[in-house]
């Protein structure tokens, strides 16, 4: 089976601790966490631009996988460092069918679902496409979709699994793994995703 897979890293985000420090010898109060995660602000959900929309379909000559699947739309942003839109990135994006394959059983090639987009000038891209299903066999890890982000600020190579829980309110820089909560609507499931490159 065709298959391209990552390792797996857990990033952890911590609260920074304030410490007053005295001169005069007077007691001082005790250390308290920041009111103020490190991350970005996360952005109010938008929409790309239609250049900057991906409808990925296969590629190294294969033909369009026969395994159905349910509708799925990501809508996007790409921030950088500065927690600014990273407009102008370049990004490929690969996935498996709904049976869990990046091509035919019998070969290497990949893969049914693959394409590229550029973010516009709001960092923002849209995917149109199928949700994937995790690999046909024993102890596979999530279902994911893969991306490698290059912009001239950063690059990033990550994977979208897909979380339950409300996005939180700050966004820390991206890891290995990004989960995005999905929701279903008229046509299949729907979800936002927000990408930081990193900080300086």
Same mark, same amino acid.
């Given at each position: 089976?065709?298959?391209?897979?990552?390792?797996?890293?857990?990033?952890?985000?911590?609260?920074?601790?304030?410490?007053? $420090? !005295?001169?005069?010898?007077?007691?001082? %109060? =005790?250390?308290?966490?920041?009111?103020?995660?490190?991350?970005?602000?996360?952005?109010?959900?938008? @929409?790309?631009?239609?250049? *900057?929309?991906?409808?990925?379909?296969?590629?190294?000559?294969? =033909?369009? *996988?026969?395994? &159905? &699947?349910?509708?799925?739309?990501?809508?996007?942003?790409?921030?950088?460092?500065?927690?600014?839109?990273? !407009?102008? =990135?370049?990004?490929?994006?690969?996935?498996?069918?709904?049976?869990?394959?990046?091509?035919?059983?019998?070969?290497?090639?990949?893969?049914?679902?693959?394409? @590229?987009?550029?973010?516009?000038?709001?960092?923002?891209?849209?995917?149109?496409?199928? /949700?994937?299903?995790?690999? %046909?066999?024993?102890?596979?890890?999530?279902?994911?979709?893969?991306?490698?982000?290059?912009?001239?600020?950063? *690059?990033?190579?990550?994977?979208?699994?897909?979380?339950?829980?409300?996005?939180?309110?700050?966004?820390?820089?991206? &890891?290995?793994?990004? %989960? $995005? %909560?999905? /929701?279903?609507?008229?046509? &299949?499931? /729907?979800?936002?995703?927000?990408?930081?490159?990193?900080?300086?």
């Amino acid at each position: 089976m065709a298959r391209r897979g990552m390792g797996v890293r857990i990033v952890v985000a911590m609260l920074g601790v304030l410490v007053a $420090v !005295g001169c005069d010898g007077d007691p001082e %109060p =005790a250390a308290t966490p920041s009111a103020t995660p490190v991350g970005c602000a996360r952005p109010a959900p938008g @929409t790309a631009e239609p250049a *900057s929309a991906l409808v990925p379909g296969p590629t190294n000559g294969l =033909a369009r *996988s026969t395994a &159905g &699947g349910d509708a799925l739309l990501i809508e996007a942003v790409i921030l950088d460092a500065g927690c600014r839109p990273a !407009g102008g =990135a370049d990004l490929r994006i690969w996935h498996t069918d709904a049976r869990g394959l990046y091509g035919p059983a019998d070969s290497e090639r990949c893969c049914y679902y693959e394409g @590229t987009v550029r973010t516009d000038h709001n960092g923002r891209f849209r995917l149109s496409t199928i /949700r994937p299903a995790q690999y %046909p066999e024993p102890n596979a890890p999530p279902a994911h979709i893969h991306l490698e982000i290059r912009h001239p600020s950063a *690059s990033l190579t990550t994977q979208i699994v897909f979380g339950i829980a409300d996005p939180p309110a700050t966004v820390a820089p991206t &890891g290995q793994l990004l %989960p $995005v %909560p999905l /929701r279903r609507d008229g046509t &299949g499931w /729907r979800g936002d995703a927000v990408f930081v490159l990193g900080f300086p």
